[in-house]
């Protein structure tokens, strides 16, 4: 058979799924978890405990502080010791509560059962948002942007189709993998209340060719579940990205500067699929989420079950300790991750990953002249000129990164990855696609 | 934390092929062409490769020291690249001076003086290759006979290529047709030029690596062939089963496609030449009209103009158009307005 997928561009990274196998681990509580303001896209949730304060797992601590932002809860049960700098991936601490672990001491209204609860028709579309509102739940791939506002389809918009995000295709990282393999029937209500609050039937999982079990186990499930479709994926990068898995799943292409629900498709991720389950149907805030530690030279690549603002050294030091030849701490995956400056940021709710690379793989090549190989430009999934666009932003020339369509990058790094010659072709292209935006926002005042 | 993190802006990894490598494994694929031109030329194709090659690789060190004052980039194959394929095109009897000159011409000329590695508009071993073909017409057509003269270098026995002698109205050799020797290499013919299984070995190769695609060798044979083709059925100015005199007139001589193919430097430069990262097209389209026109002008210079052979000029002429082809013939976009 063969597999669909998106047509321009691409590349193939190997997979490189150390912890695949690994089943999800339980981390233990830490004794203190460092909870950030900013964990979406938006704005900053407002902090709304203080210094003393004593707080319970569950309860809401920063206030979602507009449309485009989203609640935080506290993941521990303790003693608000600070409010104020926590430590981030970049090593300028950002704003955040610090919460000193006493117990586990839940919310009473948050259902801890393991049972199975599959009443969809319990809720109205509206009482699913507002109960995903609630729980804070962003997207869960890395992307974070509030699950809520996605959820909520203009009025004179029509979602044709929903897509769940199953490609993990940032090489090493597992954690959605594991997720759709162990928590296959929470993942398909998930799906199945999200349908119901973006008034869909349809709902196509997209999963790539490698993850055959998890193909497999959502296949078989999907017959119980009307109008929910697992939808087997060749391997290429970045079809998790929302645009590249709408054409490969529905073959629609989104215009340039429009939304996916502009072609009639709502995209969200595996492990929101099942945060939203937990939200809705056991009323259970995001309050952890699943992490891979991994890395070749990290003892025992592993997928964690964290609490949000568990410092990543601890999970690293769950994983075997941090290796000898670490050179390199990226959080989420090896194409877009973050490089980090420090092993003791917390985990948030877009941390998918912590990768740890050796030193060897840690340093960039000294970039040489373009051979004008057009390597790139055979890569780039949105069809641009890396090589040239680079040029032009690095001159200045904002007005041809305007005219060679700039603003449509989405920062893949397939450029960068396919360059033999080793240039900074993405670092350039950020400059000028966010220069380029300021620009076009200037001109619409 | 003891030791410092390196941090850098995302991806933090990098497929396998570098530069370096793309160059030594365009020469790897060259290896199989080299071995033929051993085998029917000897000595001479030794000679002429060890001094094109040598004298590329000084030219451009020279030039970047002490010209440009600079570091120079030796290692990263490029002007070995440059040697082997200015060798490949010259025949194996031609002097060593003469050698060193179209190298000095390649990479000083042609290669630095447009800003080295990446920024030279024209292919530097065509250009040198042109430039001595006008400047030294008898040594460089005059081509020595495989096999018998293998041990002989300057001396060769000389004799002529099959396109030349088709130039020359000498159909003979068509009539006796020897597409076996054509397709394996004992013809005459420029060093690298003469295996066609060598050469399209050597291409399959490079696809299969992904150091070149497809678009530019496919779409030069099609062209070539499917004209040649057109020309060989209405040689005789019969279309349909009638004779109409322009056509006639147009393809005087019929020769079989598989000559035009097989016979001269097409493989060549379909393979090697056209392919040339720097000098051609960056996009699939853009890469089709380049292969294209190359074709089209190939055909054009053979029948009907006053060189057997046209593939050097077609190439250079098409190298031209490569900004143009570059600014009109960009990638299919994702997401682009589908009404215009």
Same mark, same amino acid.
Request: net charge positive; glycine share 10%; hydrophobic share 45%.
């Given at each position: 058979?063969?597999?669909?997928?998106?047509?321009?561009?691409?590349?193939?990274?190997?997979?490189?799924?150390?912890?695949?196998?690994?089943?999800?681990?339980?981390?233990?509580?830490?004794?203190?978890?460092?909870?950030?303001?900013?964990?979406?896209?938006?704005?900053?949730?407002?902090?709304?405990?203080?210094?003393?304060?004593?707080?319970?797992?569950?309860?809401?601590?920063?206030?979602?502080?507009?449309?485009?932002?989203?609640?935080?809860?506290?993941?521990?049960?303790?003693?608000?010791?600070?409010?104020?700098?926590?430590?981030?991936?970049?090593?300028?601490?950002?704003?955040?509560?610090?919460?000193?672990?006493?117990?586990?001491?839940?919310?009473?209204?948050?259902?801890?059962?393991?049972?199975?609860?599959?009443?969809? &028709?319990?809720?109205?579309?509206?009482?699913?948002? &507002?109960?995903?509102?609630?729980?804070?739940?962003?997207?869960?791939?890395?992307?974070?942007?509030?699950?809520?506002?996605?959820?909520?389809?203009?009025?004179?918009?029509?979602?044709?189709?929903?897509?769940?995000?199953?490609?993990?295709?940032?090489?090493?990282?597992?954690?959605?993998?594991?997720?759709?393999?162990?928590?296959?029937?929470?993942?398909?209500?998930?799906?199945?209340?999200?349908?119901?609050?973006?008034?869909?039937?349809?709902?196509?999982?997209?999963?790539?060719?490698?993850? $055959?079990?998890?193909?497999?186990?959502?296949?078989?499930?999907?017959?119980?579940?009307?109008?929910?479709?697992?939808? $087997?994926?060749?391997?290429?990068?970045?079809?998790?990205?929302?645009?590249?898995? #709408?054409?490969?799943?529905?073959?629609?292409?989104?215009?340039?500067?429009?939304?996916?629900?502009?072609?009639?498709?709502?995209?969200?991720?595996?492990?929101?699929?099942?945060?939203?389950?937990?939200?809705?149907?056991?009323?259970?805030?995001?309050? !952890?989420?699943?992490?891979?530690?991994?890395?070749?030279?990290?003892?025992?690549?592993?997928?964690?079950?964290?609490?949000?603002?568990?410092?990543?050294?601890?999970?690293? !030091?769950?994983?075997?300790?941090?290796?000898?030849?670490?050179?390199?701490?990226?959080?989420?995956?090896?194409?877009?991750?973050?490089?980090?400056?420090? @092993?003791?940021?917390?985990?948030?709710?877009?941390?998918?990953?912590?990768?740890?690379?050796?030193? !060897?793989?840690?340093?960039?090549?000294?970039?040489?002249?373009?051979?004008?190989?057009?390597? +790139?430009?055979?890569?780039?999934?949105?069809?641009?000129?890396?090589?040239?666009?680079?040029?032009?932003?690095?001159?200045?020339?904002?007005?041809?990164?305007?005219?060679?369509? #700039?603003?449509?990058?989405?920062?893949?790094?397939? +450029?960068?990855?396919? +360059?033999?010659?080793?240039? $900074?072709?993405?670092?350039?292209?950020?400059?000028?696609?966010? @220069?380029?935006?300021?620009?076009?926002?200037?001109?619409?005042? | 934390?003891?030791?410092?993190?390196?941090?850098?802006?995302?991806?933090?990894?990098?497929?396998?092929?570098?530069?370096?490598?793309?160059?030594?494994?365009?020469?790897?694929? /060259?290896?199989?062409?080299?071995?033929?031109?051993?085998?029917?030329?000897?000595?001479?194709?030794?000679?002429?490769?060890?001094?094109?090659?040598?004298?590329?690789?000084?030219?451009?060190?020279?030039?970047?020291?002490?010209?440009?004052?600079?570091?120079? %980039?030796?290692?990263?194959?490029?002007?070995?690249?440059?040697?082997?394929?200015?060798?490949?095109?010259?025949?194996?009897?031609?002097?060593?001076?003469?050698?060193?000159?179209?190298?000095?011409?390649?990479?000083?000329?042609?290669?630095?003086?447009?800003?080295?590695?990446?920024?030279?508009?024209?292919?530097?071993?065509?250009?040198?290759?042109?430039?001595?073909?006008?400047?030294?017409?008898?040594?460089?057509?005059?081509?020595?006979?495989?096999?018998?003269?293998?041990?002989?270098?300057?001396?060769?026995?000389?004799?002529?290529?099959?396109?030349?002698?088709?130039?020359?109205?000498?159909?003979? =050799?068509?009539?006796?047709?020897?597409?076996?020797?054509?397709?394996?290499?004992?013809?005459?013919?420029?060093?690298?030029?003469?295996?066609?299984?060598?050469?399209?070995?050597?291409?399959?190769?490079?696809?299969?690596?992904?150091?070149?695609?497809?678009?530019?060798?496919?779409?030069?044979?099609?062209?070539?062939?499917?004209?040649?083709?057109?020309?060989? /059925?209405?040689?005789?100015?019969?279309?349909?089963?009638?004779?109409?005199?322009?056509?006639?007139?147009?393809?005087?001589?019929?020769? %079989?496609?598989?000559? %035009?193919?097989?016979?001269?430097?097409?493989?060549?430069?379909?393979?090697?030449?056209?392919?040339?990262?720097?000098?051609?097209?960056?996009?699939?389209?853009?890469?089709?009209?380049?292969?294209?026109? =190359?074709?089209?002008?190939?055909?054009?210079?053979?029948?009907?103009?006053?060189?057997?052979?046209?593939?050097?000029?077609?190439?250079?002429?098409?190298?031209?158009?490569?900004?143009?082809?570059?600014?009109?013939?960009?990638?299919?976009?994702?997401?682009?307005?589908?009404?215009?």
């Amino acid at each position: 058979m063969k597999l669909s997928t998106f047509k321009i561009g691409g590349v193939h990274p190997s997979g490189s799924k150390l912890s695949a196998d690994q089943p999800i681990k339980v981390m233990p509580i830490p004794d203190t978890v460092y909870i950030p303001a900013a964990q979406h896209i938006g704005k900053p949730a407002d902090i709304i405990v203080q210094k003393g304060d004593k707080v319970k797992v569950g309860q809401l601590i920063a206030k979602s502080s507009g449309f485009v932002s989203a609640n935080i809860h506290s993941s521990v049960s303790g003693t608000v010791t600070a409010v104020g700098p926590v430590p981030d991936p970049s090593g300028i601490a950002k704003m955040g509560v610090t919460i000193k672990v006493e117990g586990d001491e839940w919310m009473e209204d948050i259902d801890r059962s393991e049972t199975l609860d599959t009443n969809v &028709d319990r809720f109205s579309d509206k009482e699913i948002i &507002d109960r995903v509102t609630a729980a804070g739940i962003v997207g869960m791939g890395g992307a974070t942007f509030p699950a809520h506002v996605k959820f909520t389809v203009p009025l004179e918009k029509k979602a044709e189709a929903l897509l769940i995000n199953g490609v993990e295709c940032e090489p090493y990282l597992t954690a959605d993998h594991r997720v759709m393999l162990e928590k296959s029937e929470q993942l398909m209500v998930g799906v199945k209340l999200i349908m119901k609050a973006v008034k869909t039937e349809k709902a196509f999982i997209g999963i790539e060719a490698n993850k $055959p079990d998890a193909i497999e186990k959502l296949t078989e499930l999907s017959h119980k579940y009307a109008g929910i479709k697992v939808v $087997p994926l060749a391997l290429k990068y970045p079809q998790g990205s929302e645009k590249h898995l #709408i054409k490969a799943i529905m073959n629609k292409e989104v215009p340039s500067g429009k939304l996916p629900i502009d072609v009639g498709a709502v995209v969200s991720n595996a492990g929101t699929a099942v945060a939203v389950y937990e939200a809705v149907m056991k009323n259970k805030p995001l309050i !952890e989420r699943v992490v891979t530690v991994t890395g070749n030279s990290v003892k025992n690549p592993s997928n964690f079950l964290a609490r949000i603002g568990t410092p990543v050294r601890l999970l690293i !030091e769950a994983a075997g300790g941090l290796p000898e030849d670490t050179g390199k701490v990226i959080s989420g995956g090896p194409m877009m991750g973050k490089a980090a400056t420090n @092993t003791d940021f917390p985990v948030a709710k877009g941390t998918s990953g912590v990768l740890i690379m050796p030193e !060897e793989l840690a340093h960039r090549r000294e970039p040489e002249p373009c051979i004008r190989c057009g390597k +790139c430009v055979d890569a780039c999934p949105m069809g641009l000129e890396p090589y040239l666009l680079s040029v032009y932003s690095r001159k200045k020339m904002w007005d041809e990164c305007e005219e060679h369509y #700039i603003y449509d990058c989405i920062e893949c790094g397939c +450029c960068v990855y396919s +360059c033999p010659a080793a240039r $900074p072709l993405l670092d350039y292209m950020r400059l000028g696609k966010s @220069t380029v935006m300021g620009i076009i926002r200037s001109r619409k005042k | 934390m003891s030791n410092l993190l390196t941090i850098s802006p995302s991806p933090h990894f990098k497929d396998k092929p570098t530069t370096k490598s793309l160059m030594f494994g365009v020469l790897t694929a /060259l290896i199989p062409t080299f071995l033929v031109s051993l085998y029917s030329f000897g000595i001479g194709a030794l000679v002429t490769t060890l001094v094109s090659v040598g004298s590329c690789v000084l030219f451009e060190w020279l030039i970047t020291k002490y010209m440009l004052k600079q570091q120079p %980039h030796i290692a990263d194959g490029s002007a070995i690249l440059t040697g082997v394929l200015l060798a490949f095109n010259l025949p194996s009897n031609i002097s060593p001076f003469i050698v060193m000159f179209g190298a000095l011409i390649a990479i000083g000329i042609a290669k630095m003086c447009f800003g080295g590695l990446g920024c030279n508009l024209f292919n530097p071993a065509l250009v040198a290759r042109v430039f001595l073909l006008i400047s030294f017409p008898v040594q460089m057509t005059s081509w020595p006979k495989p096999i018998e003269s293998r041990l002989n270098y300057l001396d060769a026995v000389t004799g002529a290529t099959p396109m030349a002698a088709i130039k020359a109205g000498d159909l003979s =050799i068509c009539e006796n047709a020897n597409f076996l020797d054509m397709f394996v290499g004992t013809i005459g013919g420029s060093l690298g030029e003469v295996s066609a299984i060598a050469l399209i070995l050597g291409g399959i190769y490079m696809i299969a690596r992904k150091i070149i695609t497809w678009h530019i060798p496919v779409s030069i044979i099609a062209t070539v062939a499917l004209f040649t083709t057109l020309g060989w /059925l209405s040689s005789e100015g019969y279309v349909f089963g009638r004779k109409i005199e322009v056509i006639a007139n147009l393809f005087e001589s019929g020769i %079989h496609p598989l000559y %035009h193919i097989l016979g001269g430097g097409l493989l060549l430069g379909a393979i090697f030449m056209a392919t040339d990262y720097v000098t051609s097209p960056m996009s699939a389209t853009g890469k089709i009209i380049f292969g294209v026109g =190359i074709g089209l002008l190939t055909i054009i210079i053979r029948l009907w103009g006053n060189y057997p052979e046209g593939m050097s000029f077609a190439i250079l002429l098409m190298n031209a158009v490569v900004p143009l082809i570059n600014k009109k013939f960009q990638p299919a976009r994702f997401g682009a307005p589908k009404t215009k």
